[in-house]
């Protein structure tokens, strides 16, 4: 009977307790704040808001940050920035424990709104001042923009680097599931073999254009990722033979790809990534002539063929990245 009295109590004050939005950018990752945003929802979910609508709630900002030991803590701020609870919680040596550290933080937290009958402050009664008011910059909190050089072996030349950029969209309660876009842009290559006896000139340059789907296993120091997707591979290749006759085609080459990463966070906000994967084309393009001597003698002679688009239709490509969070 006691405990069922407790229990109503406390559900009646946290009816009138001021509410509570966890940040999403912090550093820290174990626990991180989708995690202790979950067990905060089992311990007091009346009381937890997203973090889009905590200015317009006048809700408490629960932040996470990592010291340099190690040591886990968290600080509860209201909307005038003033902390009005601090804690530290115990050092994690291992990624299992991160649930009872998510765990232990929303604890302190309900007690410090139940107990210690923490009230909201009285709510803006003129609603044009709370509209103007701009709300927190959260539009691009599950974006990461990175910077990408890569290299397909086998391509010819310069046409086998490429740079370009690349955007992710994060997505779970704990991120580990992300889907990428990247652009880049290669340079530009002589694809004619060195013992070829076509009389004229060629060049090529590619512009690849991925999407895809990567899992990340968190790790404090090096997590591993693990990604699928598709590959178009736009091509510009330009041929001109000896008599002059220039040629020039947009090539669309589609292709899958499977591969792995490793991601390196740093103690700032940047991280780097290198990643390897194996494409496989689905369109390859062949470009030939006739020669001349062998037209006169066969009329029905099939064209030589001087270069292919790509390569290779099986090949590898592996890229260096360096990328920050969007805040």
């Not at 990428?180 to 340079?187: D, E, H």
């Not at 404090?220 to 330009?238: H, K, N, S, W, Y």
Request: with cysteine; aromatic share 8%.
């Amino acid at each position: 009977m006691t405990l069922v009295i407790s229990s109503l109590f406390g559900a009646l004050l946290l009816a009138q307790a001021h509410q509570v939005a966890v940040r999403p950018t912090a550093k820290t990752s174990c626990p991180s704040p989708p995690m202790v945003e979950a067990a905060l929802n089992e311990r007091v979910p009346s009381a937890v808001v997203p973090f889009d609508r905590a200015f317009e709630r006048e809700a408490l900002i629960f932040n996470l940050a990592q010291g340099e030991q190690g040591v886990v803590g968290f600080a509860l701020v209201d909307a005038k920035g003033r902390v009005r609870l601090r804690r530290r919680l115990t050092e994690v040596e291992g990624q299992e424990d991160c649930a009872a550290l998510a765990e232990t933080a929303a604890l302190i937290v309900q007690r410090f709104l139940v107990e210690l009958d923490y009230q909201a402050p009285p709510a803006v009664e003129a609603q044009a001042e709370i509209q103007a008011a701009p709300p927190p910059p959260v539009a691009l909190d599950k974006l990461d923009l990175a910077a990408v050089t890569g290299w397909r072996p086998g391509a010819p030349g310069w046409g086998a680097l490429e740079v370009g950029a690349r955007v992710d969209r994060r997505f779970g309660a704990d991120e580990r599931l992300r889907v990428t876009l990247g652009i880049s842009i290669a340079g530009g290559a002589n694809p004619v073999p060195s013992g070829s006896l076509y009389p004229g000139t060629a060049s090529i340059r590619r512009f690849p254009v991925e999407l895809g789907v990567w899992w990340r296993r968190p790790g404090r120091r090096v997590e591993l990722e693990l990604g699928a997707g598709g590959l178009f591979d736009v091509t510009r290749a330009t041929a001109q033979g000896d008599l002059g006759q220039a040629e020039s085609r947009t090539l669309w080459a589609p292709g899958l790809w499977g591969g792995a990463a490793l991601r390196i966070p740093t103690k700032s906000r940047l991280f780097f990534r290198v990643s390897t994967a194996a494409v496989a084309g689905l369109v390859r393009y062949d470009f030939s002539y006739r020669d001349p001597a062998a037209a006169t003698a066969d009329a029905q002679a099939e064209g030589i063929t001087v270069f292919s688009s790509p390569t290779r239709r099986f090949y590898a490509r592996m890229a260096v990245e360096v990328g920050i969070p969007l805040r």
